[in-house]
């Protein structure tokens, strides 16, 4: 039955979906609609294997992949890549209406060679690849229309500039008489247009480029040395239009290309060195592919699939040392274990810091503690000197009062005199009580300092003893850091020799 739902998914793809234009019509909530009808209202996750076979099977035929997720029973997520940019269903579709597109071309002024596809064109050429959400995706599918309907050549170049498409024919010319792309423009005016670029973080966005470039257009690990060679200074030409400052927005197309080119020409080898260096780290993650295209830059001598002879780059470093992908590794995990290590050493100084900063606080909060206490104490202490002070001047009292009593025995004033003296006591018999509190309540808060001034003692011992730390921390760091400059400095050499070998191989 499950082979009977795969045969039967694939016809019924092939029968509604078939043809070009209506391909493009197919969509997650009509594949599930054609599911829920084809598997009889079964849940999907019963029949995943025939599911993902069958689909596989209908998008590589129009040489896409697809990519299935099965989000519950009846609920699926689609995801499509285009892995033959010549024979999908995109190029083919765009083909069959584009019509004679060297005719479409707009010869650019003062260009020789250099071309500008139609407005109008253009926008027919989106229009039919809306559905490809992947911006370079659809760009690597126009240069293959392009390429397929203009019958260019593998030097020709095709660029995006402010939603324009420049063609560009090489012409052959001796190099003596090449014109630089640039010329005529001023040079204070390029220098501006580099000054300007270098202040909207050119620097990091250079970085940030290489990064993007060795993980999609220029992956290590997806593309060979050959595609690398006849590919990077084009794809280079187009990103560096993206580099240029904003101030430039509204320059005509051509005048952006040679800022751009310009800019490439001061800061290839900046962005050729941060690719090696991604190279170099998929190499110390002992990325296979990576591996392999490393070891392509042998020096050997080799023979191109048509059989032309030509000779591979070596990688030479500037002292005339050669490199291979072995000690390329060795110096590259060398370089990696050393940073690992300063990093664990960088994770142990902000642990002992925070150690000591919290222990610092501990102390702090027990001396403002000892400071309230010790306030709360002055206080009692005022109240019982207080209290005693009272309690003496009435026992002075009562002692005069009682003399004045024996004197006035038998009057009618000794009763008087009797009633004061009884209150006067009852008053020191509550001081008497009042003092009794006061003085536990103070030797509770000198039981509290007590404990207190303990913690602080502890405190500061560990205190010290996370201070001790951190100097061994920072002197490890030191050393560290001194041992690291020279496998930096290898590691250097060895990254710019790799970025020369690749820069210097630009196909057969």
């Known amino acids: 039955m499950k082979e009977e739902i795969y045969e039967k998914l694939v016809i019924t793809l092939e029968n509604l979906f078939g043809d070009g234009e209506a391909f493009l019509r197919l969509d997650t909530q009509t594949l599930e609609s054609i599911l829920f009808e084809t598997l009889g209202g079964c849940d999907f ?82 229009d039919k690849l809306k559905v490809l959400g992947d911006e370079e995706e659809k760009k690597e599918v126009i240069r293959s229309i392009l390429k397929l309907s203009l019958s260019l050549q593998p030097r020709d170049a095709i660029f995006f500039v402010s939603g324009q498409i420049m063609i ?23 220098l501006e247009i580099e000054q300007k670029a270098l202040q909207s973080g050119l620097k990091n966005k250079l970085y940030a480029l290489a990064k993007q470039l060795s993980n999609n257009e220029l992956s290590f690990n997806r593309f060979d040395n050959l595609y690398f060679a006849k590919n990077f200074i084009q794809i280079f030409q187009e990103k560096f239009l993206t580099l240029l400052p904003p101030e430039v927005d509204s320059e005509e197309p051509l005048i952006k290309q040679a800022y751009a080119n310009f800019l490439l020409r001061r800061y290839f080898d900046t962005l050729m060195l941060h690719l090696s260096k991604a190279l170099l780290g998929l190499l110390v993650e002992k990325d296979r592919k990576a591996e392999t295209f490393v070891r392509f830059y042998n020096g050997d001598i080799s023979f191109s699939p048509e059989g032309k002879r030509f000779k591979k780059p070596d990688i030479i470093d500037s002292e005339g040392n050669r490199w291979n992908s072995a000690t390329l590794f060795q110096v590259g995990a060398q370089r990696k274990a050393g940073l690992e290590k300063i990093q664990k050493n960088d994770d142990d100084i902000a642990k002992t810091k925070e150690f000591i900063d919290n222990i610092q606080a501990g102390i702090d909060e027990q001396k403002n503690f000892l400071a309230q206490k010790g306030e709360e104490i002055e206080k009692l202490e005022a109240e019982f000197r207080h209290m005693l002070d009272v309690s003496q001047q009435a026992k002075d009292k009562i002692f005069s009062l009682k003399r ?94 790799l970025s020369k070998a690749i820069s210097s191989f630009r196909g057969y």
């Open 404 to 497: 004045l009593h024996q004197e006035k025995k038998g009057t009618p004033q000794a009763q008087a005199i009797q009633e004061k003296i009884n209150e006067l006591s009852t008053q020191i018999k509550k001081l008497d009580k009042e003092d009794e509190r006061v003085l536990g309540e103070k030797k509770k808060l000198e039981s509290e300092i007590e404990k207190a001034q303990i913690k602080i003692v502890t405190l500061e011992k560990d205190k010290l003893a996370f201070e001790k730390k951190l100097e061994r921390n920072l002197v490890q760091k030191s050393t560290l850091l001194e041992k690291q400059v020279p496998l930096d400095e290898r590691y250097q050499v060895a990254a710019e020799a």
């Open 168 to 190: 560009k024919k090489f012409q052959e010319v001796e190099v003596e008489k090449e014109r630089r792309m640039f010329d005529g423009i001023p040079e204070e005016t390029l």
């Open 45 to 126: 996750e019963g029949f995943k294997e025939e599911v993902r076979r069958a689909l596989s099977f209908f998008f590589s035929q129009r040489g896409l992949k697809s990519y299935i997720f099965f989000k519950s029973p009846k609920e699926i997520a689609l995801k499509t890549k285009v892995f033959d940019f010549d024979s999908n269903v995109y190029t083919q579709l765009v083909l069959e209406n584009l019509g004679d597109t060297n005719s479409y071309l707009i010869p650019a002024n003062n260009k020789k060679g250099v071309f500008l596809l139609q407005d109008k064109v253009t926008a027919f050429i989106y």
